[in-house]
């Protein structure tokens, strides 16, 4: 009998890692973005994989539901015409290299340098109850601490994107 | 009924009937005819309780298009479809969809020369695999759920239905067609607006019922006040709120009149169904029917006490008959709401929402708090407690429906 659980484990990473490399290669940008979509289902679905489905749900309902839709927005509402083909010039590539190559040193020595305690599937059941007790009990300063930031945060996109002057007559208003 | 059913009803501790048990029995029979292999007989039980619910909401589906179509009719003073027999016999047309469905399935499918072929394909698939997702964590009865003891149920099925929003984008966009990606931005900016209320209602059940578990919210309001009177969410001022604001949410995320902009016929053609037909035009429909069946089926879940029976003597009825009979009702009512009401524009969908239900939500939510603090009230106190939790549920509703409609009317029509 193989061995199911490693063998999931194989297909949800080259899934998640193969469409993230293809939509960075790709020259339309909604292609992209709905790849990148199909790489966050398959960190849900890792998560799922260690047994820790709020934060699979979690990942799903924000990266699926709501980022994807900020950048659909974003792309829609800037992007005046078609996408030309401005192919970048050869240092703009290297600098790009070295950027990415500067990130994921960066990151792979965090992940490296981070010691894993011990077995980490004692850890793997917590329940929506637990978390919940968690956050509301022990981490209560931190999540309120993140709800006043993104509070702030959503304030400050409000202020930037609203217009100088209200627009008039808008909407039409019905005479009586 | 049959007379075992009765048993329960009479004895004093209720056991429940043998209907009641019935699928879970005769899933467990048919696989008891498997070899004795643990992961096979899991398999095979979960395929046929997917096999069930599609055949049961797949056959809804066909038949509520015909209902719909029957319903208009009758508010408009028409017939509807009546003609379709089957071997000569006519069931007042109730065959029309199986006819519909075979004219979809013969009919050219075309795609546009300057379409996205790949999307354009997958567009109606993933409506209709999203849609479906939502089904599988609903409570369908006390022994009937899939996945409705997950311990996130209701966080999968928003998760699941958010998902939807991408297809229709994909279906607008593929399509190259300017009515089309129009259709695809008012959706997306209908569809997010909505989400919002729909979920600030939904954690007032959570908070309530202490769970995300969607059985353990059914389960937190299966009790009776004297026999008679349900312990249903929508018979509390904040549940009695909440289910309004969530029929108006759920309304507006399935696509359906008053808020069906994305299709908009009259001002841009068909929206993001313009360049589909056929089997594919089909997809879609099936994608929203299934979506407006998943979302009653939540609010019947979260406010209407799900499976549990209005009162205690109606149990003999088995749950899941219970739970579908709610269902169909609020989908009926559905059509009541299209063949009423006319179509909002942009800007007061807009407002609708972010002006006038988010807050609602917002002020229900601390409605729900106090209901939930002042459990243990009882005599005076528990007239004050309702007294409180409705004006707290009335007033806002009526100061800001105030604000929001000065000098707005009454509208006064005159004759040229």
């Not at chain 1, 829609?76 to 078609?82: G, S, V």
């Not at chain 1, 100088?164 to 009586?176: G, I, R, S, Y």
């Not at chain 2, 997917?50 to 508010?75: D, H, Q, S, W, Y």
């Not at chain 2, 006038?356 to 708090?369: I, S, T, Y």
């Amino acid at each position: 009998m193989p061995d199911f659980p490693l063998l999931t484990l194989g297909v949800i990473a080259a899934v998640t890692l193969v469409s993230a490399a293809v939509a960075f290669s790709l020259k339309n940008i909604l292609h992209c973005l709905l790849l990148l979509v199909v790489s966050w289902v398959g960190v849900a679905a890792f998560y799922l994989w260690a047994g820790a489905e709020f934060i699979a749900f979690a990942q799903v309902l924000v990266y699926v539901g709501a980022i994807s839709m900020v950048v659909l927005f974003a792309v829609l509402l800037t992007r005046q015409h078609q996408p030309e083909e401005n192919s970048p010039t050869r240092a703009f590539r290297a600098w790009g290299a070295l950027a990415a190559a500067l990130v994921a040193t960066a990151l792979c020595a965090a992940v490296v340098a981070t010691p894993l305690e011990g077995n980490s599937s004692a850890d793997a059941g917590l329940s929506v109850r637990q978390i919940g007790e968690l956050l509301m009990g022990p981490h209560v300063a931190a999540l309120l601490i993140i709800g006043v930031l993104l509070t702030v945060a959503l304030l400050g996109a409000v202020l930037l994107a609203a217009p100088d002057a209200p627009k008039e007559n808008f909407p039409p208003k019905t005479k009586p | 009924m049959k007379p075992c059913a009765l048993a329960g009803f009479a004895s004093e501790a209720p056991t429940f009937s043998s209907l009641e048990a019935l699928p879970g029995d005769l899933s467990d029979w048919l696989v008891s005819f498997l070899p004795d292999i643990e992961w096979l007989r899991w398999l095979t039980a979960s395929l046929l309780a997917i096999v069930l619910i599609l055949t049961v909401f797949g056959l809804t589906f066909a038949m509520l298009t015909v209902t719909e179509r029957k319903l208009l009719g009758r508010f408009q003073n028409r017939y509807g479809p009546n003609r379709v027999r089957v071997f000569g016999i006519r069931v007042f047309g109730f065959f029309q969809p199986f006819a519909d469905a075979v004219k979809a399935l013969t009919k050219e499918d075309i795609v546009p020369a300057a379409a996205d072929k790949v999307l354009h394909l997958l567009a109606p698939v993933c409506l209709v695999a999203f849609s479906l997702l939502g089904f599988a964590v609903l409570p369908y009865g006390r022994e009937m759920t899939l996945l409705g003891n997950l311990d996130a149920a209701l966080l999968f099925f928003f998760a699941a239905t958010s998902a939807s929003e991408l297809a229709i984008f994909m279906a607008g966009w593929s399509s190259r067609n300017k009515y089309a990606l129009l259709s695809a931005m008012r959706a997306l900016a209908q569809l997010i607006s909505y989400e919002l209320p729909l979920l600030l209602v939904a954690v007032p059940a959570v908070m309530l019922a202490g769970t995300l578990s969607l059985q353990g919210i059914v389960l937190s309001q299966a009790d009776w006040l004297g026999g008679i009177l349900p312990h249903w969410n929508i018979l509390t001022p904040w549940g009695f709120a909440g289910a309004l604001i969530f029929y108006i949410a759920a309304l507006a995320e399935s696509n359906r009149c008053p808020f069906d902009l994305p299709e908009g016929e009259s001002e841009i053609i068909a929206g993001f169904l313009t360049e589909y037909s056929g089997f594919k035009y089909a997809l879609f429909f099936m994608g929203e029917y299934f979506g407006m069946a998943a979302l009653a089926g939540l609010g019947v879940t979260l406010f209407l006490g799900g499976w549990t029976a209005p009162c205690e003597f109606l149990q003999f009825i088995p749950s899941y008959l219970w739970f579908y009979l709610k269902l169909v009702a609020v989908v009926l009512s559905f059509m009541w709401m299209r063949a009423t009401l006319l179509r909002l524009r942009m800007d007061q969908l807009m407002r609708l929402s972010w002006k006038f239900l988010v807050p609602l939500a917002l002020v229900n939510l601390g409605n729900a708090a106090f209901w939930q603090f002042s459990s243990n009230w009882e005599g005076a106190w528990l007239a004050a407690r309702w007294a409180i939790s409705l004006a707290v549920a009335i007033v806002p509703f009526l100061l800001l429906a105030k604000t929001l409609t000065a000098g707005l009317g009454p509208r006064q029509y005159r004759y040229a």
